[in-house]
């Protein structure tokens, strides 16, 4: 394992040993207190070590070479990752709503209010630190399953907080159903959370073409082919996970030798790779002018 590698998965453990211990202070909470949003944050947090392992396993396999069945490699798995996670976000998001609603219709009163405040504020500032961390690591690495993973656990600090504030307004003004109506809000947050999730996996999976990446490449190739006498076309690029491939048509005098036409390109794929913020892999088809249409009659040359 190279160095990067040991910092996402010493990352990932910490986050899953974490996840175990939230799960465990929140049950505590909830058969304290039996209030309806802090059994809302509880329910999140089984959904939440179900994510975290498998973002866990993603981590491991993302980091695996390629192979002879799959042979670009194994990134394509953070895409699923965060797909999964913003699924299992959704669900108890939708558990918290049912929850909410039915303690509110019944009524259902809250006890050992102080103890259940203390312990969920344990678990926000625990959460808090943890995030933040995860987020921080996943940005240096460039890990979607990190970064993901990190937004899952603040999600989780916002729920908690929004489970102290209906405790809290509960306790003040005396009205049961503050309780309710903070899980309400809470659920709210974290749907908007889970379905930005849901939203990046499908972009990863459908290849989704980053604009910003886009106005990079046309830039570098734009200025570098034109420096050395050759044009480009049919630019296309699909992010892998860990690395963009990129695919793209240069256009050559008819006289040009291969050895001369195989140089040049190569000297702008190095070039151009130095100027795109996120890593890319090129592959170059190389034409020339005076048959290209024969050949490629359908090949936009824009
Ligand atoms: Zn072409
Ligand atoms: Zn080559
Ligand atoms: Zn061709």
């Known amino acids: 394992m ?10 990932m453990r910490l986050s899953l040993a974490v996840g175990f211990v939230m799960l465990v202070i929140k049950m505590g909470a909830y058969l304290l ?25 993603s981590l491991w396999l993302a980091a695996q070479p390629a192979d002879e069945n799959h042979r670009y490699g194994h990134s394509k798995i953070a895409f699923f990752s965060a797909g999964i ?21 019944e009524g259902l009163t809250v006890a050992n209010l102080g103890a259940g405040v203390l ?7 625990i959460n808090a630190w943890l995030g933040w961390y995860l987020i921080r690591t996943g940005r240096q690495q460039q890990s979607l399953i990190l970064v993901a993973n ?6 989780d600090g916002w729920t908690s907080l929004g489970a102290i504030v209906g405790l809290g307004l509960m306790h003040l003004t005396g009205a049961a159903w503050w309780d309710p109506v903070c899980g309400l809000i809470m659920a709210g947050n974290i749907l908007v959370s ?10 990863g999976l459908m290849d989704h073409a980053d604009p910003e990446l886009t106005r990079q490449l046309d830039e570098a190739l734009a200025r570098e082919t034109a420096a050395r006498g050759v044009t480009f076309h049919a630019l296309r690029h699909r992010n ?20 001369e036409a195989h ?27 005076g048959d290209h249409d024969e050949l490629h009659p359908g090949d936009s040359l824009t």
């Open 85 to 105: 996670e913003g699924g299992l976000i959704i669900l108890a998001a939708v558990f918290i709503i049912y929850e909410s609603i039915h303690r509110w219709i």
């Open 33 to 57: 207190t039996g209030s309806a949003a802090i059994l809302g944050d509880a329910a999140e947090s089984v959904v939440h070590v179900a994510a975290v392992v498998f973002a866990a396993y």
């Open 2 to 11: 190279s160095v990067p590698d040991q910092a996402q998965a010493r990352a």
């Open 240 to 259: 892998a996970g860990h690395v963009h491939y990129v695919d793209v048509h240069f256009l050559f005098p008819d006289d040009i030798t291969l050895r």
């Open 263 to 289: 140089r040049i390109t190569t000297d702008i794929e190095r070039t151009v790779m130095k100027c795109t913020e996120q890593a890319v892999h090129f592959t170059t088809h190389l034409e020339c002018v």
């Open 119 to 125: 312990l969920t504020l344990s678990t926000v500032v």
């Open 150 to 155: 990190g937004r899952h656990v603040l999600t």
């Open 194 to 203: 889970g379905y930005d999730l849901l939203r990046q996996s499908v972009a």
